[in-house]
Nanobody
Framework: QVQLEESGGGTVQPGGSLRLSCAASGTIVSTYVMGWYRQTPGKQRELVASITSRDITNYTDSVKGRFTISRDNAKHTIYLQMNSLKPEDTAVYFC?????????WGQGTQVTVAS
């Protein structure tokens, strides 16, 4: 099965930047959707950004113009470049991989935006 490992989380001041990475290993298929979700206590998990195997991207309205999702197929890795970070971006960020009826999740990485 596919395993996902996130990295790049941390603490940053408002207006700062972070770059999240998600490396996939195991059985990789050619048609899929990968994305970043985030979750805070008391809230359900929210889709932040996604990218398909045809490079179609999707973003939640609150991050448009600030976040960019990309991928490196040779390394089986997706990235989330987060600029102009706001306190409301604070959450645990999870990498997700979907194909057919299968779904895989990473363990999550903490992003904290605070003064």
């Amino acid at each position: 099965q596919v395993q996902l490992e996130e990295s790049g989380g941390g603490t940053v001041q408002p207006g700062g930047s972070l770059r999240l990475s998600c490396a996939a290993s195991g059985t990789i298929v050619s048609t899929y959707v990968m994305g970043w979700y985030r979750q805070t206590p008391g809230k359900q998990r929210e889709l932040v950004a996604s990218i398909t195997s045809r490079d179609i991207t999707n973003y939640t309205d609150s991050v448009k113009g600030r976040f960019t999702i990309s991928r490196d197929n040779a390394k089986h890795t997706i990235y989330l470049q987060m600029n102009s970070l706001k306190p409301e971006d604070t959450a645990v960020y999870f990498c997700n991989f979907k194909w057919s009826l299968m779904e895989h999740w990473g363990q999550g990485t903490q992003v904290t935006v605070a003064s």
